[in-house]
């Protein structure tokens, strides 16, 4: 089974950098790392995946570890609307399976 | 920028009535999926569905669900003799491809069904 493991909440002041961690020590060589939130009543929104190398978009950076055992998302400047749960998720095959997620409170 | 579209965005039926709960995926998408969140818990897979028909389905998806694309743009899920226990919010998404790295889901906002 293709697990992750997250903390369960995390808490972030506003404007500040937050660092959410990603366990997957399952992850064998062609698993994409895929990161999703879901914000309040909404369904899930995917935020950004990769396989090796670090990666950025307009929302988030990726950083994978070297060995790939660990990844974490990275919001450069947390607002109040990144306030979410956010899944990580280790992508062996088809569907995509979410586990509970990060809960991500962010303070005003 | 596209978006998954689903109606209703609430509905409240009685236990053992029929529901269709409809999706439009987005228009160049080719493969099709329904999940549903139970209050308070986590996102789970019903089915996948490619092609005009089910690519994989979970233990949920029993009997009495069914999937259908009926025209060239809606996607619906119905749930033949609804229970107490299918109370939940159902989301439909949508991807352009299943390649390994390249399946990215779009989700709709979801229907929320409330069996009486």
């Known amino acids: 089974d293709a697990k992750t493991t997250q903390p369960n909440s995390m808490e972030s002041n506003e404007e500040e950098p937050v660092h959410l961690p990603c366990n997957h020590s399952?992850?064998?060589?062609?698993?994409?790392i895929h990161w999703y939130r879901q914000l309040p009543s909404q369904g899930p929104e995917y935020v950004i995946h990769g396989l090796t190398s670090n990666v950025n978009n307009r929302m988030a950076s990726l950083a994978i570890a070297e060995d790939r055992k660990s990844s974490t998302l990275i919001l450069h400047r947390a607002t109040l609307r990144d306030a979410a749960v956010y899944y990580c998720?280790?992508?062996?095959?088809?569907?995509?399976?979410f586990g509970k997620g990060t809960r991500l409170s962010v303070i005003a | 920028e596209p978006e998954v579209t689903q109606t209703p965005s609430h509905q409240v039926t009685q236990m053992g009535q029929e529901v269709i709960l409809r999706c439009v995926p987005i228009?160049?998408?080719?493969?099709f999926y329904w999940y549903r969140q139970i209050l308070g818990q986590k996102v789970e897979f019903l089915v996948s569905f490619y092609n005009n028909e089910i690519s994989e389905k979970s233990e949920i998806f029993d009997d009495q669900f069914s999937v259908e694309r009926p025209d060239g743009s809606n996607f619906t899920l119905k749930i033949r003799s609804t229970k107490l226990e299918d109370s939940a919010m159902y989301f439909c998404a949508s991807s352009a491809s299943l390649v390994s790295g390249a399946n990215v889901l779009t989700f709709g906002a979801g229907s929320r069904l409330t069996v009486l």
């Open positions: 228009s160049n998408h080719l493969y």
């Open positions: 998720i280790q992508e062996r095959n088809t569907p995509l399976v």
């Open positions: 399952t992850i064998s060589g062609t698993d994409y």
